[in-house]
């Protein structure tokens, strides 16, 4: 060690102590739980790069701060100074024997106690909750998911283009636009910066822009954020199979990247690793006409036959389990510990009973809506997590009807009544985490659909510019990363693959 190190006291991460086992550092964080024996206190305490149990034994040198450790609430912000011990079976694998603590900053009645917490108050009190460990894992994941995205398309020739978020016309269906007062006039934010990579790629080549994307989706499910980031990429010269190709080479690279640098986080969050170790090319292929042919067929039905079967018998095991453990934390004589354990347990039961009392209601519906799926129509949420659930890699299902799809998707020369698109069904009934097509590059049809929508072809000029002045068959697709990101990490909601996360009646903090 240099002078100069030597010198000042040295900080380290928690993530890096297997390079100082056996000497003294210092901590800087937050202390995430703690519990004492009257003579050794111990403090677990979190940095943002990991969690470490840092012990504090009472001593004549230690009497103040053992003190003040025992009486320190959660999540106040200290920094800890001590030895570094290895020990495999502790909370990544060190330990600290503390000969120091200052205390920056006291925190008292932190809000988010290790007991369950209803979801509506974690996400009210969001800007604390992604301080606790679940959190902590998904939005790391997220991270790199976003970096894996960049450095794919960066790597693979494509220019980032950056659109705007104040857009003037519709981009996706008029239905879900949030209108913004500009200077007196309507404008609305962009439902997606398609458009505007199109005309990139016919000055570039191979574009693509990330950001976030706003829909006023009026429903609350499980999938639709109002604010999420999607990436999207747009090629010129590609046709259908030419976007295709690029989107499975993409999920693949993304997929090895979380399994490469994400296993233990992945492990914590009780992902089925070898599920996303089965993401291989080639993914399946169908299309929209073999989809309904699916849903309205016997596997379908046998599935869902199954998981009423199953799910119903999981309801009186559930509330079988909830007596017997109501009956036990009442019980005379029991332990504090074993009565919080107990809570806890019965509130996550009573979270997956709610859960699966929605999901035996709905499957009668889901399965009618399956066996009756009208071919001419786009397909729902539960008939994607049908199909995809029928297939153990992601599923491509393209050429959707004309009128249910955008007004710039490429009419298909051997049935004009279809479009050459695709959406990319992610396994495990995650379904759609891609939408994208070939490009309408003919200037007649495309107004021909602009006007069949209803739409102002005067709003779409500088749009229709581009198919006047050197048409090419281009296309892309855009991928969302709130819907990649819960299925990579196996999510049942998408409310928390985003810090912030906004949805209809959702906007605080
Ligand atoms: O299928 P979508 O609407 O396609 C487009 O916006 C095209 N302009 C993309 C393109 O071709 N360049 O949306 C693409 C993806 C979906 O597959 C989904 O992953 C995500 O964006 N997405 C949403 N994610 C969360 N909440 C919502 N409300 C979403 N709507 C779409
Ligand atoms: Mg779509």
């Not at 002078?3 to 390079?19: G, P, V, W």
């Not at 994941?141 to 020739?157: K, M, Q």
């Not at 539960?382 to 393209?398: A, G, M, N, Q, Y």
């Amino acid at each position: 060690m240099s002078n100069k190190e030597s010198n000042r006291q040295m900080t380290a991460l928690i993530k890096d102590l297997h390079q100082h086992v056996g000497q003294t550092v210092t901590l800087q964080g937050w202390l995430y739980n703690r519990r004492d024996s009257g003579k050794i206190a111990f403090l677990v305490v979190r940095d943002g790069s990991g969690l470490c149990q840092c012990v504090v034994a009472k001593n004549e040198t230690t009497e103040s701060f053992f003190e003040n450790a025992r009486r320190l609430g959660q999540e106040s912000s200290i920094r800890v100074t001590g030895l570094v011990r290895a020990n495999e079976k502790q909370i990544g694998g060190h330990e600290i024997d503390v000969t120091a603590l200052e205390i920056m900053g006291e925190s008292v009645d932190y809000p988010i106690t290790p007991k369950p917490h209803g979801i509506e108050f974690l996400m009210k009190n969001r800007h604390l909750h992604f301080r606790s460990r679940r959190q902590w894992h998904i939005l790391r994941i997220r991270a790199t998911l976003v970096d894996e995205i960049r450095g794919y398309f960066n790597r693979n020739g494509f220019t980032l283009i950056d659109t705007p978020i104040f857009a003037p016309a519709a981009g996706e269906g008029a239905q879900t636009l949030f209108t913004v007062d500009y200077f007196g006039e309507p404008v609305y934010l962009a439902q997606t910066g398609q458009l505007y990579v199109e005309a990139a790629c016919m000055a570039f080549g191979k574009v693509y822009c990330f950001g976030p994307t706003f829909r006023a989706e009026k429903s609350k499910t499980r999938r639709h954020l109002t604010e999420f980031w999607m990436v999207e990429p747009e090629i010129a010269y590609a046709d259908l199979d030419g976007v295709i190709e690029v989107a499975e080479d993409f999920i693949c690279s993304i997929v090895q990247r979380i399994l490469r640098d994400h296993r233990p986080d992945l492990e914590f969050l009780g992902r089925d690793i070898a599920a996303l170790e089965k993401v291989q090319k080639p993914f399946n292929r169908i299309t929209h006409k073999e989809a309904a042919d699916i849903l309205r067929g016997p596997k379908a039905k046998e599935l869902l036959e199954r998981d009423l079967t199953t799910k119903t018998a999981r309801v009186a095991e559930v509330k079988g389990l909830i007596a017997e453990k109501e009956a036990k934390e009442k019980s005379q004589g029991i332990k504090q510990w074993e009565k919080d354990k107990l809570v806890a347990e019965i509130h996550d039961l009573r979270d997956e009973l709610g859960d699966l009392e929605v999901e035996v209601q709905n499957i009668p519906h889901h399965m009618q809506l399956a066996a009756s799926f009208d071919g001419g129509g786009d397909l729902g949420g539960s008939d994607e997590t049908i199909i995809s659930r029928l297939h153990e890699r992601p599923c491509f299902v393209t050429h959707y009807p004309r009128e249910c799809k955008a007004f710039y998707m490429k009419r298909n020369s051997d049935d004009p009544t279809r479009c050459n698109n695709v959406d990319l069904l992610a396994p495990d009934g995650y379904g759609e985490i891609i939408g994208g097509s070939q490009r309408e590059d003919d200037l007649d049809v495309l107004l021909e659909r602009i006007n069949e929508e209803g739409l102002s072809p005067a709003d779409y000029e500088w749009y229709l510019d581009l198919r006047r002045y050197g048409t090419v068959p281009h296309g892309g697709f855009g991928l969302g990363v709130e819907r990649t990101l819960a299925w990579l990490c196996g999510l049942k909601h998408i409310r928390e693959t985003i810090p912030f996360p906004r949805m209809m009646g959702r906007f605080y903090p």
